[in-house]
């Protein structure tokens, strides 16, 4: 990947290229993890947690009542 240059505000807030943000997936809300390497730093988007998004999506939702069971998983 090329390099690409960015901004840091007077606020210390960083502007990524956009090209940058498309190839890597970088969003509005992306939580990015900071790591020092020799000779700059290293940006990484997280996304060991992307599952916990999910986190109680269908609560309530339960099974639909239509559904056909075998006759070894009748409900007691």
């Not at 992306?30 to 290293?42: D, E, L, Q």
Request: charged letters at 30%.
């Amino acid at each position: 990947m090329a390099q690409s240059k960015g901004t840091v505000t007077t606020k210390g807030q960083l502007v990524i290229p956009a090209r940058l943000r498309q190839t890597l997936r970088i969003g509005r809300g992306t939580r990015v993890r900071f790591a020092p390497i020799p000779g700059g730093i290293g940006i990484y988007p997280q996304r060991e947690h992307d599952i916990e998004r999910f986190r109680g999506i269908l609560a309530g939702a339960g099974l639909p009542a239509d559904l056909p069971r075998d006759a070894d998983r009748e409900l007691r």
